[in-house]
């Protein structure tokens, strides 16, 4: 349903996401922006504390994933699913989707303290259909009524769209998923990229250990696809109100897994062996079937999304306590640095006293 309340919602979406990675961009290549925090854990003989260093790559994912989860609640609240159901679907991704991001990395890269969101997008499009598929049979022993899977798989997908996008200012801070140097590109993309780029600072970010390449004007692969899987994501919401439920799902899988594959051609960080990497044949696979999921499933007519519907149903208790706890889990999960130690020396401020 095309309504000016969506538009401008959108618009003032896309306005403030936006505002947030523009202010990434210019802050997070910086060495300040890798800890949060370092928690003291053990005292040193000499005094000083051996600490965990807490990240902005676990607290920009965490955020990255509570904004994804509020954008498919909204959309699934539109087409008024019970939070109940939808609930476990959530809880697969928790308990599934988000730990496969370093399974995959282990088995493709060899590296146990890694992740990846290719590896874990792909886990998520085989086991959400059969999730969904499981509880609707359960509603259905009940006598409730189904969900209807092309929307929710569409709504998911339009908020991996944003929340990758938001979360891809994670690996900014970190480091990682950095572009090749500049001086290595040709041509057009030499022109635009010496003007337009990353210069990383910092010993303990992965671009300096990994391969030197701190200091160097780099390719802001990062960038580019944040902007691009937030409009994305944006631009299939659109399609998504309107009821377009296949167009809003083809158009978000198609762009970023159509980036992911040409973005590994800009990309330095080891990504596995070979020409055309796992990760890129993932993202390839995760198309086919995301296409086949589109021609094989349909959805009734009768379903009209409302996103004033939509966002009742997100500003309810149920869905802010998920919406909070999955960012909380996240941020457990992915926020403790494992590559890197702290040490904290402690002082009392005598002219405080």
């Not at 493709?108 to 959400?128: C, D, N, R, Y």
């Not at 079937?289 to 379903?303: E, M, Q, R, V």
């Not at 960012?327 to 702290?342: D, K, M, N, P």
Request: aromatic content about 12%; glycine content about 10%; overall charge positive.
């Amino acid at each position: 349903m095309i309504t000016f309340a969506n538009e401008w919602f959108l618009g003032a979406m896309g306005g403030v996401l936006l505002g947030l990675l523009a202010w990434c961009f210019r802050t997070l290549p910086r060495e300040r922006w890798q800890f949060v925090a370092t928690v003291p854990v053990r005292k040193n003989t000499d005094g000083s504390w051996t600490g965990v260093n807490l990240t902005f790559y676990g607290l920009l994912s965490a955020t990255a994933h509570a904004i994804a989860l509020a954008v498919m609640l909204l959309l699934i609240g539109a087409i008024r699913i019970k939070i109940a159901s939808i609930t476990a679907v959530v809880l697969s991704f928790v308990v599934i989707v988000l730990p496969s991001a370093r399974w995959v990395a282990r088995i493709v890269e060899g590296k146990q303290h890694t992740f990846t969101v290719s590896g874990a997008t792909f886990v998520a499009v085989l086991v959400l259909p059969p999730t969904i598929a499981g509880v609707n049979y359960l509603l259905g022993l009940n006598g409730s009524a189904p969900m209807p899977v092309l929307p929710v798989l569409s709504a998911i997908a339009i908020a991996h769209a944003i929340g990758e996008g938001i979360g891809r200012s994670a690996c900014i801070s970190f480091g990682c998923c950095y572009g090749k140097p500049v001086r290595e590109t040709r041509g057009l993309a030499r022109w635009i990229f010496e003007r337009i780029n990353f210069v990383f600072e910092g010993r303990t970010k992965k671009i300096a250990y990994a391969d030197r390449l701190d200091g160097v004007p780099v390719v802001p692969v990062q960038a580019i696809t944040a902007t691009l899987y937030v409009v994305t994501g944006l631009v299939s919401a659109w399609f998504w109100l309107r009821g377009a439920f296949c167009t809003a799902l083809l158009i978000s899988v198609a762009v970023t897994q159509a980036w992911r594959i040409y973005s590994e051609t800009l990309r330095a960080d080891y990504r596995g062996g070979g020409r055309f990497t796992a990760y890129q044949m993932l993202s390839l696979a995760t198309m086919g079937i995301c296409a086949g999921y589109a021609w094989w499933l349909h959805t009734p007519d009768t379903i009209v999304p409302s996103l004033r519907a939509g966002l009742a149903y997100l500003w309810s208790p149920g869905a802010l306590v998920l919406v909070q706890v999955v960012g909380i889990i996240s941020f457990l999960y992915a926020g403790r640095s494992e590559v890197t130690a702290g040490r904290v020396m402690i002082d009392l401020r005598q002219d405080r006293i």
